[in-house]
Structure formats: C-alpha cells, structure tokens
C-alpha cells in the first residue's frame, strides 16, 4: 500500500479492501458507520479553522445524537479506523487508538478518576474490540490484542493477547485478531 492515500481513505479501504476515490467515499457513506466516520476526520481535518471547523463540529454532533457514536474530534485515532455497528459507543476524547482498530456496537473506552489507574486508555494497532466492552482507566492495550464481548478491561494488556470475561482474563495468542481485523493498511 502507499502512504500517499489521506487517512478517510484508508478508513474506507479497511470496509472494502477497494482504494476509493472522493466521490466513490461520498457514495459508500450512506452507511452510518462510513457516514459518522466521515464526518468525523472532516471535523478533525478543519478543527483549526474558525468557520470550517465549526461547521463540521455542527454536522458531527448531529451525526453523534442520530447514530449515538460519542467519538470526539480530540480522540487520536489511527488510520484505518473501522466501525462494525452503529449505535451505542462511547470514547472519551483523550483516548487515543491505534491503526486498524475495530469497535463494535455497545462499547465504552473511557476514564478512571481516581486509584492507581487513573487516566485514559492508549489502544495499540491492531485491535478488535467486542459488542459490549469496558475498557477503563490509564492503561495500555497492547497491538494485536482482541478484546472479547463484555469484557471488563482496567488492566494492561500485553501484545499478541485475547481478552475474556468480567473479570477479564489474558491468553497469550500471536493470532489474536486474525480473520477478526480484515484489509490492514
């Protein structure tokens, strides 16, 4: 793959496996899934531009009431960002996700506001995570890492790992997410 491709293309070509170009995005975008992910990189591609910037904001909340995605434009999140179903997810915008990350429906990544994990999570590259997951506090998810549905997560995760259960528990599997995490940029 080249890396002259914008950052809204490769989360694009991660649904399709396809290169596309501006107006084949626009068309794929009725999806809600591509639609909010869409609007939320022209959020952050026009966050420093007074007016622009403000109407992508507009547009983005919009988007996040109708298809309840509660992802802000500070979250740092990677390349080849893909979004399995819509409705019901929250990140907090000091999160920050690596490249080829999935999120499915449900899912809450967020802070802890007090104990020795206090802070916000940093998601690696790489990483599948299941309807339903919690993953909390100043803590570090390894890449490769697949993060099973309902799991629980305050804890480190190291590379290469699957996350089962509440409370959650570590395998070491140097497969973790494959055939989870499909057309890697």
Same mark, same amino acid.
């Given at each position: 793959?080249?890396? %002259?491709?914008?950052?809204?293309?490769?989360?694009?070509?991660?649904? #399709?496996?396809?290169?596309? #170009?501006?107006?084949?995005?626009?068309?794929?975008?009725? #999806? @809600? $899934?591509?639609? !909010?992910? /869409?609007?939320?990189?022209?959020?952050?591609?026009?966050?420093?531009? @007074?007016?622009?910037?403000?109407?992508?904001?507009?547009?983005?909340?919009? !988007?996040?009431?109708?298809?309840?995605?509660?992802?802000?434009?500070?979250?740092?999140?990677?390349? +080849?960002? /893909?979004?399995? %179903?819509?409705?019901?997810?929250?990140?907090?915008?000091?999160?920050?996700?690596?490249?080829?990350?999935?999120? *499915?429906?449900?899912?809450?990544? =967020?802070?802890? $506001?007090?104990?020795?994990?206090?802070? !916000?999570?940093?998601? =690696?590259?790489?990483?599948?995570? +299941?309807?339903? *997951?919690?993953?909390?506090?100043?803590?570090?998810? =390894?890449?490769?890492?697949?993060? *099973?549905?309902? *799991? /629980?997560?305050? !804890?480190?995760?190291?590379?290469? #790992?699957?996350?089962?259960?509440?409370?959650?528990?570590?395998?070491?599997?140097?497969?973790?997410?494959?055939?989870?995490?499909?057309?890697?940029?």
């Amino acid at each position: 793959m080249t890396d %002259h491709h914008s950052t809204l293309q490769k989360d694009f070509y991660r649904e #399709s496996g396809k290169w596309l #170009s501006t107006l084949q995005m626009l068309k794929k975008s009725i #999806s @809600p $899934n591509l639609h !909010f992910i /869409y609007i939320f990189r022209k959020t952050q591609q026009y966050s420093k531009t @007074p007016i622009l910037g403000f109407y992508w904001r507009l547009i983005l909340r919009h !988007f996040q009431i109708k298809y309840g995605f509660q992802i802000y434009p500070e979250t740092e999140i990677g390349e +080849g960002f /893909y979004l399995g %179903h819509w409705g019901s997810l929250v990140i907090n915008p000091k999160v920050k996700i690596g490249k080829n990350c999935n999120i *499915a429906q449900g899912v809450t990544i =967020g802070q802890q $506001n007090r104990g020795n994990k206090k802070g !916000f999570p940093i998601i =690696g590259n790489q990483v599948w995570i +299941g309807p339903n *997951a919690v993953i909390v506090g100043g803590i570090n998810i =390894g890449n490769n890492v697949l993060i *099973a549905p309902n *799991a /629980y997560v305050n !804890f480190d995760v190291p590379n290469d #790992s699957v996350v089962v259960g509440n409370p959650a528990q570590i395998y070491t599997n140097p497969n973790a997410t494959e055939g989870y995490i499909n057309n890697l940029i």
